[in-house]
């Protein structure tokens, strides 16, 4: 089993819409979450980070289930410019930076 | 202040020749990373430093590939002899210690090709 494994896409839809992205981890351990994001031919860059009781930035809401071992991040009344790449991402023992393991990411397209 | 930097942001070359990709942080972040991002497998990570010190070789192919940090503001990963199959886009991020805080910074990446 991938230690991190996402949805690869794409998800089409609308401006306006609503949409979620999943993530599963398989290590119990995972000490923190994150998602980033990468616009085509771009770096990736840290999107928001995810705790326990879940956390909101604008319309952008990330949720953690550690029982279930996922993640999630809600977009709501999606922009144009929100089109790109999500990378769930998970530091699996703490501690230290170096333990960052990557999603392949959830192509995101939004349409006018 | 400056992002990562790295160079040359394109790199096309041939089998066998040696390829060298250089990297700047960001001043004052004390871990660097090097990534190397294929369709196939996605972002993986080669190594990471801690302070100039290697913490971290596992993600590292094979012989074929070195990395260095000779001082703080300044990281080179070389590949010799370079394969096809080493094409990807090649990224270097910095960050910080400490916290939970753990964003990295992620330079523009080098784009390599080889024939």
């Known amino acids: 089993r991938k230690e991190v494994e996402q949805d690869p896409g794409p998800f089409n839809v609308p401006e306006g819409a609503t949409v979620a992205f999943n993530c599963t981890y398989s290590n119990s351990a995972s000490q923190s979450f994150f998602w980033y994001r990468q616009d085509c031919r771009k770096e990736p860059k840290l999107l928001m980070s995810v705790y326990s009781s879940g956390n909101e930035d604008g319309r952008f809401t990330a949720q953690l289930n550690r029982a279930s071992q996922y993640i999630s991040l809600l977009i709501r009344d999606s922009k144009l410019s929100d089109s790109a790449t999500y990378l769930c991402v998970v530091n699996l023992h703490g501690g230290s930076q170096g333990n960052l393991i990557f999603g392949k990411g959830t192509k995101l397209s939004v349409k006018p | ?115």
Request: hydrophobic share 35%.
């Open chain 2, 1 to 115: 202040d400056a992002g990562v930097i790295q160079s040359p942001r394109h790199e096309v070359t041939e089998m066998g020749q040696e390829v060298t990709l250089r990297c700047k942080p960001i001043s004052g972040h004390d871990y660097l990373f090097w990534y190397r991002q294929t369709m196939m497998r996605g972002l993986e990570l080669l190594i990471y430093f801690n302070n100039n010190v290697p913490i971290d070789d596992s993600g590292m192919p094979e012989d074929r590939f070195s990395a260095k940090m000779p001082n703080a503001s300044f990281s080179t990963l070389k590949i010799q002899p370079s394969e096809p199959r080493d094409s990807a886009v090649y990224f270097c991020a910095s960050g910080l210690a400490g916290g939970g805080a753990y964003e990295q910074y992620f330079g523009p990446g080098t784009r390599l090709t080889v024939t």
